[in-house]
């Protein structure tokens, strides 16, 4: 893996337009981002697409996952482009209201979320603090903190930790760590069980 560094890291084939990206952040190759936000640490891999969305510090997003992608006004007559794209098609002005509804609908993830390879995750949907999103999953619904969820509609397989552990985890907030305060907290990051570590870094 390549050198990352506090600039945000964006592959020369990436498409990022409007976005606000967090230090050590990366947007791979073919990735598509608009209207959206990454924080800290966070990276998006390979042919990703990305609108109306605002991800949290530390979240891990593999390839090919769709965050917020435009759903079609099926309450109408019609749900075809031509119905608010109505200039392309020589129809007259764009449908402006339309475009703000899905605008407004925008997609939450916490920090520390893993997003697995092909996911897909709809509008106005809020994945939870330290979840876990299985390969494949369609995310429909709300994805509680620590919890790990899949399947097309995705539901919930486990939870990662107890819901105090979950709360502690929250509370101690490595992701708002500072550099420094996270590379010497590494060794007990990676060798403490869970227990022994929210009691060493849980504020007193």
């Known amino acids: 893996m390549k050198r990352l560094s506090e600039a945000p890291t964006i592959h020369p084939e ?8 967090g230090q050590w952040t990366e947007v791979g190759g073919g990735t598509q981002m608009r209207e959206s936000s990454m924080g800290d640490w966070s990276y998006i891999t390979r042919d990703c697409h990305v609108i109306w969305t605002d991800i949290g510090k530390m979240c891990s997003i593999a390839n090919a996952t769709r965050l917020n992608p435009g759903n079609h006004p099926t309450w109408r007559a019609v749900q075809h482009h031509s119905v ?3 200039e392309a098609y020589g129809l007259g002005d764009d449908d402006d209201a339309f475009f703000a509804w ?3 609908n925008r997609v939450t993830i916490g920090h520390d979320v893993w997003i697995g ?17 299985g390969a494949g999953a369609v995310v429909t619904r709300d994805v509680a903190p620590y ?6 509609p ?9 819901p105090a552990q979950a709360d502690a985890l929250q509370e101690i907030a490595v992701w708002d760590w500072s ?3 996270y590379k010497k907290a590494l060794p007990d990051i990676r060798t403490l069980a869970i227990d022994p570590f929210i009691e060493k870094y849980r504020r007193p």
Not at 14 to 21: H, N, R
Not at 147 to 152: D, E, F, K, L, N
């Open 14 to 21: 990436a498409q990022v337009t409007d976005c606000s990206l």
């Open 147 to 152: 919890s790990i969820v899949g399947g097309v």
């Open 154 to 162: 995705a539901r919930e397989i486990r939870r990662r930790f107890t």
């Open 117 to 133: 390879h092909g996911v897909t995750v709809t509008a106005g949907v809020t994945i939870g603090t330290g979840a876990v999103v």
């Open 179 to 181: 550099h420094d305060a």
């Open 84 to 86: 608010y794209r109505a």
């Open 102 to 104: 899905r605008q407004a």
